[in-house]
């Protein structure tokens, strides 16, 4: 074989080995840039899955604080009539005076205690028009 012939075959043979190289280097490159495609498609699936989450948390709040407005339009409800009750008892003792000591003392009695849970009930409904959250399970004894 000539020799300008054997330096040609030379001189692509390491042409073909830098090529073989750059396709090594290359294949590499796609291979990092799949691998990041992967991890950020993980972390996209991850935010999706978190924002889902914050969504649901959002209904829930919703939910509880619908049920709040419920349960402060019920105590409101009761405080009403329970107050229509002190003062039809305060219209009876004033009208009929002082009955004797037993009724008096019942009488006295069911105002003192329609009293305490009318005070009760209000204190509850301040703390509930602050837009706290409070559990059903707290009014179970309602």
Same mark, same amino acid.
């Given at each position: 074989m000539p020799n300008s012939k054997k330096k040609t075959i030379e001189e692509l043979t390491q042409l073909n080995e830098i090529r073989k190289e750059q396709i090594k280097s290359l294949t590499e490159i796609m291979e990092m840039k799949d691998q990041k495609f992967e991890n950020l498609e993980k972390l996209y699936q991850g935010? &999706?899955?978190? +924002? %889902?989450?914050?969504? &649901? +948390?959002? %209904?829930? %709040?919703?939910?509880?604080l619908d049920l709040n407005e419920k349960i402060i339009n019920r105590y409101e409800l009761e405080t009403e009539a329970q107050e229509k009750k002190i003062a039809e008892l305060e219209e009876i003792i004033n009208k009929y005076g002082p009955p004797n000591d037993t009724s008096m003392v019942t009488i006295m009695l069911s105002h003192m205690k329609l009293a305490q849970k009318v005070a009760e009930q209000t204190k509850l409904l301040e703390t509930l028009s602050n837009d706290k959250i409070v559990l059903a399970s707290d009014f179970a004894d309602i």
């Open positions: 935010q &999706e899955t978190r +924002l %889902k989450n914050v969504d &649901e +948390l959002m %209904k829930n %709040k919703d939910d509880m």
